[in-house]
């Protein structure tokens, strides 16, 4: 039915898995139709190549019919990158999801070098539920000191320092803005979350001799996968997710089917286009590893939080004239620059445009912590052919 391939042959493991969380899809009215027809005794692979790739438009629908199924084990809700019309959707989470997460996150840091006699720091502008989830994983690998940090001021700059963590975790954004703090006692090793921390970041980060690791994942999902040691990618771990990918305009989307969440996804594109490399990875550890080449058509990540243009649209006033040209670039703080091209009409709701995207609930954080800088520029739309939606002039590089 689709062209998609699994990156990898599934395991016993993960058949088992899948069949359950295909049951459990079954009792959704999302996915009700296309189950019913998938071949009675088909085993669990075939009736997913049955299914049609999820269309993200549909998560909030998705997360309304699991929450009314969850009133009685809600774990918690996430919000999650808006995937249509600007505004976030919803992730939620049953009691049983949080231990998941837990226990991912511990396999991750696993992976990522974390050991039981670090003190390892999740840093987060307050609590929340990804610093719970460090915490609770680092404590899963045996760490005896993993604190959490909200690092809002300066004087929590200074706290980091006398703590002295060996490891730090957090959102790069948050990292970013510590990075004076994390050289004047370099830990040995700093996990951001998301997949893009700014060049200027890394370059400061490695220049403190201090390895640096991204815990890839979606808002989404759960975190899905841990840039390996060596250098050689990003291990997918292959306990809480199938991977598969897609051809999209000559390049491979990695798509996801999440295995044993209350909040099941199948066949979700991830917007991520991704290079699978081949072989055994010379760290030793059999997940299967890919390298993200970049992110499908107009697509782009700010930190951590993924959006499109139209997710921007989506949220500004209205306004008759729908030109609007987003161009990301880097300041040499780390800091990124969002500027939005708009037509001279919105001149007037230069406030109100500022003040909507500060009220999207994943931006503004960003904008509020200056990590993210907005600049409405009031121009007059090109005439002719049509101009591109999106510049990236941010030099975009992978972190290793
Ligand atoms: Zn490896």
């Known amino acids: ?46 009736m997913l190549a049955e299914l049609p790739v999820f269309d993200p438009g549909k998560i909030g629908r998705l997360a309304l019919e699991v929450l009314e199924q969850r009133a009685r084990d809600l ?9 249509t019309g600007g505004q976030p959707k919803r992730r939620i989470l049953s009691d049983e999801d949080v231990t998941l997460d837990a226990a991912l996150v511990a396999e991750l840091f696993h992976v990522a070098g974390v050991r039981a006699a670090d003190r390892v720091v999740a840093v987060e502008l307050a609590a929340t539920t990804l610093s719970a989830a460090f915490l609770e994983g680092a404590e899963r690998l045996g760490v005896r000191f993993a604190v959490a940090l909200a690092a809002v001021t300066a004087a929590d700059a200074e706290a980091l320092v006398r703590l002295q963590p060996d490891v730090v975790a957090g959102p790069p954004s948050v990292l970013t803005r510590l990075t004076p703090a994390l050289c004047a006692r370099p830990p040995r090793l700093v996990i951001y979350n998301g997949d893009r921390l700014p060049p200027a970041t890394l370059d400061t980060l490695h220049g403190a001799g201090i390895g640096v690791r991204s815990l890839y994942g979606l808002t989404e999902t759960s975190a899905l996968g841990v840039e390996c040691c060596e250098g050689t990618g ?44 081949p072989g055994r990875c010379p760290c030793g550890l059999d997940w299967p590893r890919v390298t993200l080449t970049g992110r499908r058509g107009d697509q782009f990540s700010l930190f951590d939080v993924k959006l499109t243009p139209d997710d921007i649209a989506g949220v500004l006033p209205p306004c008759d004239d729908p030109f609007l040209q987003v161009v990301l670039s880097t300041n040499p703080d780390g800091s990124e620059r969002l500027t939005l091209r708009l037509p001279r009409a919105r001149a007037a709701q230069r406030v109100a445009i500022r003040q909507a995207l500060r009220h999207h609930p994943l931006l503004d954080y960003l904008i509020t912590t200056r990590a993210v800088r907005v600049r409405p520029v009031f121009i007059t739309p090109p005439a002719g052919r049509k101009p591109p939606r999106l510049i990236d002039r941010r030099g975009e590089r992978r972190s290793m």
């Open 1 to 46: 039915m689709s062209d998609a391939q699994p990156i990898a042959p599934l395991t016993p493991g993960q058949r088992d898995a899948l069949r359950a969380t295909l049951t459990l899809a079954r009792s959704l009215p999302i996915y009700r139709a296309s189950l019913a027809m998938a071949h009675v005794g088909a085993s669990p692979e075939d």
């Open 75 to 83: 774990g918690g809700i996430e919000m999650t990158s808006g995937t």
């Open 234 to 277: 990003i291990h997918l771990c292959p306990r809480y997710a199938l991977h598969e990918t897609r051809l999209v305009d000559g390049a491979d989307e990695l798509l996801v089917t999440t295995l044993g969440y209350a909040m099941p996804l199948l066949r979700y594109p991830t917007g991520d286009l991704v290079r699978v490399e």
